[in-house]
């Protein structure tokens, strides 16, 4: 059955205001198509009493905190930076297993958002949770940090009460939405990006270093792939390493896998059929620009049995 934008708002806008009565809440925002709509939502309900919340994880894109900001601030809705990136370095340091880094981020991004639930006064928080992220984390697939209640832990142990507005949809219902909201085309068209961020792109520890990394090789991705239009594309930095030639000696170089695919709601997805010539552009720019990278490989791994990310 196709949505109704226009009542699910109304009854979502109406949903807030009963939940959170009186009181004030915040909405943490990655700049991600899910939390900038409940942003959007949350302000339509609660108008002054909503605080978007930035939290700099250190794992954002190039240029990430400043842009999302930018884009709230200028649609009206308060927001606050919080830089905590010592923070979630601190908590992934050693960890490898894929699971144990995303409870990792999970737990240091919830008690970060507890304190900034104390430190506004705030009673709720809305966060963009989809249908995708609880079918996956129910699935066991792999867990994603947004959900709580959903797998037994109780989202009080971090002083929350959590509202999700958008629990119900999957990704092309959401893009709906935000465009009904009056949303800039530049958002609700915007690639999928990961709550744990970066971190579900470096096979391996997670590393200031290491996220440096994949940050600039996903850049190139990011830009040369603009064009195309995929579902979503970007870069990983693997584990191994490989041996290369670097002005006529030998080098250990890093390897980077870009992953592009195409996909209507993330559970399914296949690999972009990206032409040969701008794969060759994109290799040729991330060994200029990143000398620490040896070797470039292309993913054509669809979804199943891959996930889209590789963490």
């Known amino acids: 059955m196709a949505l109704n934008t226009r009542k699910f708002i109304n009854e979502q806008i109406n949903k807030i205001k009963k939940e959170v009565g009186n009181g004030k809440a915040i909405c943490a925002t990655s700049g991600g198509v899910d939390s900038m709509v409940c942003a959007a939502l949350a302000h339509r309900a ?21 842009e999302v900001i930018r884009i709230l601030r200028r649609l009206g809705i308060r927001t606050v930076l ?26 240091t991004f919830y008690k970060t958002l507890g304190l900034a639930v104390k430190r506004f006064n705030a009673t709720h928080l809305i966060q963009g949770t989809i249908a995708a992220d609880i079918k996956e984390t129910k699935g066991k697939i792999k867990s994603q940090h ?36 009056g949303l800039p ?39 040369e792939l603009k064009n195309l239009k995929p579902f979503q594309a970007f870069a990983v930095l693997l584990s191994d390493r490989a041996t290369g030639i670097v002005n006529g000696k030998r080098a ?11 996909s209507k709601n ?28 040896i070797k470039v490989l292309y993913d054509i791994t669809p979804k ?7 963490i």
């Open 82 to 107: 919080i830089n905590a990136a010592k923070d979630f370095f601190k908590a992934l340091k050693g960890k490898k297993d894929p699971e144990d880094m995303r409870k990792a981020f999970r737990d």
């Open 252 to 262: 250990f170089g890093k390897i980077i896998v870009i992953r592009s695919v195409e």
């Open 304 to 310: 199943p049995p891959s996930t889209i990310e590789y």
């Open 146 to 181: 947004n959900v709580l209640s959903q797998i037994g832990i109780n989202p009080l142990k971090y002083g929350l009460k959590i509202i999700e507005p958008l629990v119900t949809l999957y990704k092309p219902d959401v893009r709906k939405v935000g465009k009904a909201l």
């Open 185 to 223: 085309e530049a958002i609700c068209q915007r690639m999928p990006f990961p709550g744990p961020g970066l971190a579900t792109r470096v096979v391996g520890e997670v590393t200031p270093q290491r996220v440096s990394i994949v940050r600039r090789a996903t850049l190139i991705v990011e830009q």
């Open 46 to 66: 609660l108008g002054d009493r909503l605080t978007a919340l930035f939290i700099d994880d250190g794992l954002m894109r190039a240029n990430e905190p400043q």
């Open 266 to 293: 993330a559970m399914t997805a296949t690999p972009t059929r990206i032409p040969y010539k701008i794969l060759e552009k994109i290799q040729k720019r991330i060994v200029r620009e990143i000398p620490e990278v």
